[in-house]
């Protein structure tokens, strides 16, 4: 089982002399298949908070397991999965041929990753069937962060980490798109955390919904959204949905004043 566990997190930045805490006393659990979703304030810390998961960078006190190992150790295992608010494609190779961009780029390294996805599957799943052979290029962007959403989910890793993902994109394809993610997500159900500032998105999309503070960024409040799945556009309408918007927003505005 590969739950996520951390422990009294502390993150403290030194740069010329001045000095940010990003994270005091941060405690969190994220169990293997689950959607969480972090939202807070901007500076919070969450990108902070993700980055020290995923191993891309050391947490100045704590502790973090990943399935029993650390974050550097389960990097190196391939375990996480990446998307970017933009992704990053190659403009010249056709949709299918990014999609197979992490495999290659595996196998040049003498790692063959296991558990394969079918790539037209993934791309059928979000409406991109018919650009399989389209060049990256071609793709507008809310098509491209599509190709980058497919290609995590069958890139092999058990974990997606995802800061605003959708942050570039208007807001009609951001909604289209979040079905999207949330179908994708429904079928092959890795561990997801998935920044967001939209309460929208992390009500639709999550299992758990972690609410931070800044200024020392901490968790104010955990979430359980306890909506069924599989998750359909009429949940929008429901008293529950409003009911956890309305207390994710009375949370986030609590520590404003
Ligand atoms: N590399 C760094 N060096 C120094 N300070 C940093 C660094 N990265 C982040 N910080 C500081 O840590 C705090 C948290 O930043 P972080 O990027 O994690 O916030 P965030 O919650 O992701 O914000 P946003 O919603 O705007 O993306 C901020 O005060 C930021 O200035
Ligand atoms: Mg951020």
Redesign the pocket.
Known sequence: MSNIKVEKVF?R???RGQM?D??RDVNLEFKQGTFVSLI????????????IIGGL?EASEGMISVGGQTPQQAQAAKQFGFVPQAPALFPWRTVLENMNLPFEVNRKAGINLSDREDPVELLQSVGLGDFIHAYAKELSGGMQQRVGIARAFGSGAPILLM??PFSALDEITREMISYQLLNIWETHQKTVIF?T?SLREAVLLSDKVVV?S??P?RISQVIDIDLPRPRTPDIEDSDEFHHYVSLIRGQLRERWG
């Open positions: 993150k930045f030194v740069r940010t990003a994270l807070g304030p901007s500076g919070c810390g969450k990108s902070t908070l993700l980055r960078m800061d605003e920044v500032h931070m800044s200024r960024g």
